[in-house]
């Protein structure tokens, strides 16, 4: 399972819109994500381009590591 650090996440509101984001990136399923550790695991249905998941964190305005 893909690991992908994020910075910027203070809240619940800050999770649903990192789950939101990732959901919507084809082949991304199980998304997980701990405010605790600033993580986001992820299940993936296909290869899913790490860029790709990290661009659709940075969309939202957090930043992917």
Do not use: W
Request: aromatic share 4%; with cysteine; hydrophobic share 45%.
């Amino acid at each position: 399972m893909p690991v992908v650090t994020v910075k910027g996440m203070r809240c619940q509101h800050c999770v649903a819109s990192v789950t939101k984001a990732l959901t919507e990136v084809d082949g991304v399923k199980d998304v997980a994500v701990s405010l605790e550790k600033g993580e986001v695991i992820y299940t993936e249905t296909k290869p899913v381009d790490m860029a790709e998941v990290k661009a659709a964190i940075n969309r939202i305005g957090f930043e992917a590591v």
